[in-house]
């Protein structure tokens, strides 16, 4: 059974920093690609924040988030990493990490961001984590 363990969040002030950290298991091959996500209050949608590919050479973030966000995964682990440093009030969000097993062919360098680090591309999810930007 596919799952994915959230952990991190909470409440932080402009500027502050917050790791939110995502934990795999169940999966039968570590091929696998992660995106986070975030819903901010009254969104229907889920918005795109950053995305890594299976072997982690390859990372994407949404144009608001880059230069703050750093996404990272330690396979060994089966851990996926997002340190959101720079923090304003407009990231705040329920935050998601989802998996999905793309071909291994792939290039996701050569995917554009609208169409890698997408929701209805994801499969798995894990159970969401509220950050909150407020002074």
């Known amino acids: 059974q596919l799952k994915l363990v959230q952990s991190g969040g909470g409440l932080v002030q402009p500027g502050g920093s917050l790791r939110l950290s995502c934990e795999t298991s169940g999966f039968t091959s570590d091929d696998y690609g992660i995106g986070w996500f975030r819903q901010a209050p009254g969104k229907e949608e889920r918005e795109g924040v950053s995305?890594?590919?299976?072997?982690?050479?390859?990372?994407k973030y949404a144009d608001s988030v880059k230069g703050r966000f750093t996404v990272s995964r330690d396979k060994a682990k089966n851990m996926v990493y997002l340190q959101m440093d720079a923090l304003l009030p407009e990231d705040t969000a329920v935050y998601y990490c989802a998996a999905e097993i793309f071909p291994t062919d792939l290039d996701w360098a050569g995917v554009p961001w609208e169409d890698m680090c997408v929701q209805r591309n994801f499969g798995s999810w894990g159970q969401g984590t509220q950050v909150t930007v407020s002074s």
């Open positions: 995305c890594i590919s299976d072997n982690g050479g390859s990372r």
